[in-house]
């Protein structure tokens, strides 16, 4: 038995809802049987699907033309500016992080700059997204830091002052991660938050600065996000090879 | 008093005492991380760039601790665990 329910995906947040933390996951769009996809998971894959048509968009005649497209320069910029910021951050081998942190990056910022849309309410504004997110930072960090220094390379970062450290170091590696997706959370949801409650008290203009604003936050917590993942996960790295 | 008096009273007191106060100190650290970061600026505009970079990821490290007790203030006010078990008995 499938069901298909559209009716509250799409009528406007910002006119009439309840608001709270625990009916924004509760969305639900598709369901099957047990099976439910919910609001989060399809504005997500729009995002998907957005970005990946982008990026077919911008790759699709490599080699034919000889000129750049107007979208592959924009693109070709945002990776450069990427790459410096890597360059800046991790060393001098920085290229292994740039996939990761790009992924990140432009994931977030597409659901973050999507909120202009009345309707579309952006996944990073969900607990499980950001935790999610922050999750693949958590796996990111043994994989790279293994990768470039070793096991014995990687577990010595836990005992890196004193062996007595050992709790401190291992609760400053697991809050760390989880302040990075609670971080993300906050901020979005206290933009919706902030967007929809004003619109309860006056309507019109004072939501759309405000929007406006949430637009500024969300692209520097993008920002943020890429930036703190790149640090954390490049802070193990073979010495020798860095000076 | 009835229990879910008091404690929809109490959590909607907790909620903005915890995000007024828990804003102050965040809203300290930011303005003098802001000011400081500006003075470097104007004092090495070559290194603007680096420093800017470095006073965001600072600031939203700061902003964690007013973010947690917005976190706080929302559990508070709309998953209150203690109202669902008043609500069951």
Do not use: H
């Not at chain 1, 729009?46 to 080699?63: E, F, K, P, Y």
């Not at chain 1, 970062?157 to 007595?164: G, S, T, V």
């Not at chain 2, 505009?45 to 947690?68: C, G, Q, W």
């Amino acid at each position: 038995m499938i069901k298909v329910d559209f009716s509250q995906w799409w009528d406007i947040p910002l006119t009439d809802r309840s608001i709270g933390l625990q009916n924004y996951d509760q969305i639900i769009i598709f369901s099957c049987d047990y099976f439910e996809i919910n609001a989060t998971i399809f504005n997500t894959w729009i995002v998907m699907a957005l970005l990946t048509l982008v990026s077919w968009l911008a790759t699709r005649d490599l080699n034919k033309k000889k000129e750049n497209s107007k979208l592959q320069t924009l693109l070709e910029e945002l990776v450069l500016w990427l790459q410096k910021e890597t360059r800046e951050n991790s060393g001098s081998k920085n290229q292994q992080y740039l996939g990761m942190a790009l992924g990140l990056f432009c994931f977030i910022l597409t659901a973050n700059l999507l909120t202009f849309i009345p309707w579309f309410r952006p996944p990073t504004a969900s607990l499980s997204t950001t935790m999610a997110l922050a999750a693949i930072v958590f796996m990111a960090i043994p994989y790279f830091a293994i990768k470039n220094a070793g096991v014995k390379g990687y577990l010595k970062k836990f005992i890196d002052p004193l062996p007595i450290m050992l709790p401190m170091n291992i609760f400053s590696e697991i809050f760390s991660i989880l302040a990075m997706g609670l971080r993300l959370f906050g901020n979005m949801l206290s933009g919706v938050m902030f967007a929809s409650i004003l619109s309860a008290f006056v309507p019109f203009f004072a939501p759309l600065t405000m929007q406006t604003l949430g637009l500024l936050t969300g692209s520097i917590q993008a920002y943020i996000f890429a930036l703190l993942a790149l640090v954390y996960t490049s802070s193990v790295r073979n010495e020798k090879e860095t000076e | 008093m009835e229990p879910l008096e008091i404690i929809a009273a109490a959590s909607v007191l907790g909620a903005c005492i915890c995000m007024g106060i828990g804003s102050i100190g965040s809203a300290l650290g930011e303005g003098n991380a802001a000011a400081s970061a500006l003075k470097a600026m104007s004092q090495q505009p070559d290194e603007a760039n680096r420093i800017r970079s470095t006073m965001f990821v600072s600031l939203a490290m700061i902003e964690t601790t007013a973010l947690y007790s917005l976190l706080i203030a929302f559990l508070v006010l709309y998953a209150n665990p203690f109202w669902k078990y008043f609500i069951n008995q």
